[in-house]
C-alpha cells in the first residue's frame, strides 16, 4: 500500500479527481483520501512515482 501526503485538496470534488486520477494509471487501485490530514492511501498500485505524476498532473502537491 501507498501512502502518500498530499496539498490542496480541500472537497469532494477533490477527493474525486485525486481517485479518477490514480485509477487512470492503476485501474482497480483503490483509493482512501482522508480530506483532513491530506493523507492519500492507494492499494493496488506499487508504482509510486507514477502515483505521484498522476496526482500532481491532476493539479494538486505531493509531498515527501
Do not use: F, N
Not at 469532494?12 to 492519500?40: F, M, N, R, Y
Amino acid at each position: 500500500m501507498l501512502s502518500l501526503q498530499v496539498e490542496g485538496m480541500s472537497c469532494g470534488h477533490c477527493v474525486k479527481a485525486v481517485t479518477e486520477a490514480v485509477q487512470e494509471i492503476s485501474p482497480g487501485a483503490k483509493v482512501d483520501v482522508d480530506l483532513t490530514t491530506g493523507k492519500v492511501q492507494v492499494d493496488g498500485a506499487d508504482d509510486a512515482a507514477a502515483v505521484s505524476h498522476a496526482i500532481t498532473e491532476a493539479g494538486y502537491t505531493v509531498k515527501g
